[in-house]
């Protein structure tokens, strides 16, 4: 996370102010009137030592040993999803993961109450009053948001903030209003560095989205970006639904690099997963494309029920279990450990 210092000159002191600048309803704060204003990254810590790569998995840290022992390599990161609604603490979980040695998690921060899936994707996608971007860039949820920053300040080691993911996307309510996006996003980086949480790095999660051309795909994209100095890192979803959604690697890779070099950040694949067919040769491909792209920092593997495999006919399974697959174990394993040397 990079946190930002307002420096107001003031008859030779210094005002310190922060999560004031372009959000409704507040003002920018000046001294006898004529002060010229700047926003300045105030200096970060030192994330926990990282390796090449990062490998992480969306799993209970109670269960991440049997994980990594069935694998044959051990994670670094562990994952997981959590909705602004749900109020579950996020202490046990983070206190469970630095108990087996982790210093880095991912959280996938969703500001809604989840619908079933079942209930289709115009339901998905309807607007909630109260987790609106909108309502967010007004301080609807400071309190909360607040009290997240504190909890993930007390953690011992690297957070990967995935708030509000695959925004470019129709089937997430935080896909409307791209402006009001970009309020919310930086509203959200400015109370993070009130509350004085510096171990939390930002990720700015967007969706292939495949279906559509790619430079109408960059435009729509370019539209929820908050600016260089709100984001540590870009990344993107990578998952083969398989069936009428057959995505190959070879299909991810140009918009990889349109994310690395439209935006000049290290990308994180954030959501990694292929349908049960062809798992192997598949991740065979993904490991030859970390390979050329040193770039890429961090893979964060997820076999959590989908979404979009619920709300789609004629995909493959996905909702399969790797540990469970020889040989596609021993490729992702081969992931992890390239990352690692």
Not at 112 to 141: C, E
Not at 219 to 229: C, F, N
Not at 295 to 317: K, Y
Request: net charge positive; hydrophobic share 45%.
């Amino acid at each position: 996370m990079r946190q930002f210092c307002l420096h107001v000159p003031s008859g030779g002191a210094t005002l310190l102010i922060l999560g004031v600048l372009a959000l409704p309803g507040l003002r920018v704060l000046e001294a006898d009137g004529d002060a010229a204003a700047r926003l300045e990254p105030a200096a970060a810590p030192a994330p926990a030592s990282d390796p090449r790569r990062v490998f992480g998995v969306y799993v209970d840290p109670w269960h991440l040993d049997e994980w990594g022992a069935a694998i044959g390599a051990a994670p670094q990161a562990v994952a997981k999803f959590q909705a602004f609604s749900s109020e579950r603490a996020l202490d046990g979980f983070a206190r469970e993961s630095r108990r087996r040695g982790i210093r880095r998690l991912m959280l996938s921060w969703e500001p809604w109450t989840p619908v079933p899936s079942a209930l289709g994707v115009r339901a998905q996608a309807r607007p909630q009053p109260g987790y609106r971007n909108v309502d967010i860039a007004r301080g609807m949820q400071d309190r909360y948001v607040l009290g997240v920053a504190r909890e993930l300040a007390r953690f011992d080691g690297t957070v990967y903030l995935r708030y509000a993911h695959e925004m470019n996307g129709y089937w997430y309510p935080w896909s409307r209003d791209a402006r009001a996006y970009v309020w919310a996003w930086r509203r959200v980086v400015r109370l993070f560095a009130t509350a004085g949480t510096r171990n939390v790095r930002f990720v700015w999660s967007a969706n292939p989205n495949l279906y559509e051309p790619e430079r109408r795909w960059r435009a729509e994209l370019r539209r929820y970006w908050p600016g260089r100095r709100y984001v540590d890192f870009v990344a993107g979803t990578m998952i083969d639904f398989g069936g009428a959604k057959d995505y190959p690697v070879r299909r991810f890779a140009p918009r990889l690099r349109a994310l690395r070099r439209d935006y000049r950040k290290p990308v994180l694949l954030a959501e990694t997963n292929t349908e049960r067919r062809g798992a192997a040769a598949w991740l065979g491909e993904l490991r030859a494309l970390l390979a050329r792209s040193p770039w890429i920092r961090g893979v964060f593997w997820s076999q959590l029920p989908s979404r979009g495999q619920a709300q789609q006919a004629g995909t493959g399974v996905v909702d399969w279990d790797v540990r469970r697959e020889p040989a596609a174990a021993a490729q992702l394993r081969e992931i992890v450990r390239d990352g690692a040397r």
